[in-house]
């Protein structure tokens, strides 16, 4: 992204502000007016010229007549890294489906901690470079360039994944092969469906993997399982069929919407 960017607000989306407090974070180490002038600088557009890359953020701040050119580094994950993340992430239904929907979930990190892993800067990992002649480390235009990014990273969290070393196709690209070579679960029957435990489960209802088809006119699939019931005649299994049918085709009409 280049151009100016100018914003009231740094970071709208939980991991635009999970960004901008990895920086404020440092406030309790180094109270002085670095962070405020940064602010300042982000706001009145000084901040021009953004490019994300793996490992990297440069960027130029402009102001009184001068252009500085500033350098964030972030360590970018090697394959082997890259590879554990996805395993873990493939892990999570809801992760997959929100990562391919183009969104962060907020506990990615905790999945992530599980294989030793952070999308967000860690203590220490996080350096910059600037042309000025300030001695601190973020000077205030690196601040200002960080607080610029986090709207960014509202607009497109895969600069996090970007920044770590995979770009938004290849991870997506890796999460799907990854999911689709994953052995199916074991499906229970009915009959091995334990009734004093059924509704006493505490499993993640997001993993469980559901395939919904539109209806046909078939006998419902649970009907079907039941087969023949003793003691009801023709008529009535008609009407149970009928029943069952009708509402197999509402619950559909209420999946989509409509």
């Known amino acids: 992204?280049?151009?100016?960017?100018?914003?009231?607000?740094?970071?709208?989306?939980?991991?635009?502000?999970?960004?901008?407090?990895?920086?404020?974070?440092?406030?309790?180490?180094?109270?002085?007016p670095r962070l405020p002038h940064g602010?300042?600088?982000?706001?009145?557009?000084?901040?021009?010229d953004l490019v994300v890359e793996p490992g990297r953020i440069r960027a130029q701040a402009h102001g009184r007549g001068r252009a500085h050119d500033i350098v964030l580094t972030l360590p970018v994950f090697s394959?082997?890294?890259?590879?554990?993340?996805?395993?873990?992430?493939?892990?999570?239904?809801?992760?997959a489906a929100a990562l391919l929907q183009g969104e962060l979930p907020e506990d990615v990190d905790d999945t992530l901690r599980e294989v030793d892993l952070s999308l967000f800067p860690r203590t220490g990992e996080l350096g910059s470079t600037c042309t000025c002649t300030s001695k601190n480390e973020p000077c205030a235009h690196a601040a200002a360039v960080h607080y610029v990014l986090a709207p960014m990273l509202d607009a497109d969290p895969f600069l996090l994944?970007?920044?770590?070393?995979?770009?938004?196709?290849?991870?997506?690209?890796?999460?799907?092969?990854?999911?689709?070579?994953?052995?199916?679960?074991?499906r229970p029957t009915i009959d091995r469906l334990?009734?004093?435990?059924?509704?006493?489960?505490?499993?993640d209802l997001a993993a469980i993997a559901v395939h919904p088809h539109r209806p046909d006119g078939r006998v419902p699939e649970a009907l079907r399982l039941l087969g023949e019931i003793r003691g009801i005649d023709r008529e009535s299994w008609q009407h149970l069929v009928s029943a069952g049918q009708h509402a197999?085709?509402?619950?559909?009409?209420?999946?989509e919407g409509t």
């Open 1 to 32: 992204m280049s151009g100016k960017q100018r914003t009231e607000s740094f970071g709208a989306t939980w991991w635009g502000r999970r960004w901008r407090r990895a920086l404020e974070s440092l406030g309790a180490t180094y109270p002085n």
């Open 39 to 48: 602010r300042s600088l982000a706001r009145k557009g000084a901040v021009q």
């Open 79 to 95: 394959d082997s890294d890259w590879e554990k993340a996805v395993e873990a992430l493939a892990g999570k239904l809801r992760h």
């Open 161 to 186: 994944t970007r920044l770590r070393g995979r770009d938004r196709e290849p991870l997506l690209a890796a999460l799907r092969a990854a999911r689709s070579g994953s052995a199916e679960p074991e």
């Open 194 to 203: 334990d009734p004093e435990t059924l509704f006493t489960a505490r499993g």
């Open 248 to 255: 197999r085709n509402r619950a559909w009409t209420l999946a």
